[in-house]
Nanobody
Framework: QVQLAESGGGSVQAGGSLRLSCSAS????????MGWYRQPPGYERQLVAD???????HYQDFVKGRFTISVDKIANTVYLQMNNLQPEDTADYYC?????????WGQGTQVTVSS
């Protein structure tokens, strides 16, 4: 059974940092890329960053230079290191495998950034 579990969210002040984790069971990271997404209040879910099965990374412009996506293939966990957080980063954050044949999401983890 494929399952995703995000954690690591919280409340921080602008300029602070958080590290999100996504534990994935039933997904082989050497075969699947993974992505982090976010859904700000009142908006649709959007891609933040993704990492391919070979380690190539891609970032949306609004997080370039501040966020870093990485994977631990042994632990089957994908991370999102978020530095210099800003109020506009406030959102629920989710991970999902790239190109999965159906919608697959965890429960998400909430990030709140105050100014």
């Amino acid at each position: 059974q494929v399952q995703l579990a995000e954690s690591g969210g919280g409340s921080v002040q602008a300029g602070g940092s958080l590290r999100l984790s996504c534990s994935a069971s039933g997904i082989i990271f050497s075969e699947n890329g993974m992505g982090w997404y976010r859904q700000p209040p009142g908006y649709e879910r959007q891609l933040v960053a993704d990492i391919s099965s070979t380690g190539d990374t891609h970032y949306q412009d609004f997080v370039k230079g501040r966020f870093t996506i990485s994977v631990d293939k042994i632990a089957n966990t994908v991370y999102l290191q978020m530095n210099n957080l800003q109020p506009e980063d406030t959102a629920d954050y989710y991970c999902s495998p790239c190109g999965w044949p159906y919608d697959l999401w965890g429960q998400g983890t909430q990030v709140t950034v105050s100014s």
